[in-house]
């Protein structure tokens, strides 16, 4: 059985209806694999009420609380879905950042990847379960809990996928893929069906906000294809990222030696 990591979104956790849907592509996902994890960010302007909440608050939070608080929306999203899936008669667990064995840097609001220690997930997977793990967050070389800047599921995910040897990473996303201009303002843009790490780091760069660009790195370093599919359309063949000639480490890279 082939281990494969889902990553699901803001615009794919908008509301509390859309967790069914999630629990419907992680069945269908999970009976050609065997074995699945999902990454799961908070739902849709919830990162954004709570940054504002601790505004209101303190207009310069210490560090360390900021964190303590924006951490808690993908808290709320990976507890939801493991409901929605138990609804369903899935077995399913959560885990926070910290609990599913990210290590971060020490810094605080954009922390580093230093290892992933999947050691509570992997005897889950090995029994049917499906895993949920909070994106955005770990818990730093010191103790506490660290988030990794905007986007920062992304790279929670490929982190993920990297530490448990599995196939691939899908991302669903509110567009079907990398496309060769911006689509939502260009209505001529070509979708991508297959391309590799660096080019698609250029179009990140020039303004593509498909994917973090620090995601897409980490999948570099360690050969790992990323797939890209509308969380609207799942059956669409989307993107696929990766290329045959990167060489695959023999211990899995991260970000911060």
Do not use: W
Request: net charge negative; aromatic share 6%.
């Amino acid at each position: 059985m082939t281990t494969i990591v889902l990553k699901f979104g803001g615009a794919a956790v908008a509301s509390p209806d859309h967790f069914n849907k999630i629990a419907d592509i992680a069945l269908e996902r999970k009976r050609g694999h065997g074995k699945l994890a999902i990454v799961v960010s908070a739902m849709a302007n919830m990162t954004s009420q709570l940054v504002e909440l601790a505004q209101r608050v303190n207009p310069n939070p210490p560090p360390r609380e900021y964190d303590m608080l924006v951490s808690v929306g993908e808290r709320i999203s990976i507890s939801l879905l493991a409901m929605a899936l138990a609804a369903k008669g899935e077995r399913a667990v959560s885990f926070t950042g910290s609990q599913s064995g990210i290590i971060t840097c020490n810094e605080h609001s954009n922390a580093r990847i230093v290892e992933v220690r999947p050691k509570r997930i992997i005897p889950l997977l090995d029994e049917g379960n499906i895993v949920i793990v909070a994106g955005f967050q770990g818990c730093s070389l010191g103790g506490e809990i660290t988030t990794l800047g905007g986007n920062g599921s992304d790279i929670s995910a490929v982190a993920l996928a990297v530490a448990l040897g599995a196939e691939r990473v899908e991302f669903f996303k509110d567009v079907g893929g990398v496309y060769d201009s911006d689509p939502k303002l260009c209505p001529d843009a070509s979708l991508i069906s297959e391309i590799d790490y660096a080019k698609t780091l250029e179009i990140i760069r020039s303004g593509g906000r498909v994917l973090h660009p620090r995601c897409i790195e980490l999948a570099q370093k360690n050969g790992m294809p990323m797939h890209i599919y509308s969380f609207d359309h799942p059956e669409v063949a989307g993107t696929k990222i990766f290329d045959p000639l990167t060489k695959i480490p023999e211990i899995p890279v991260f970000e911060f030696a």
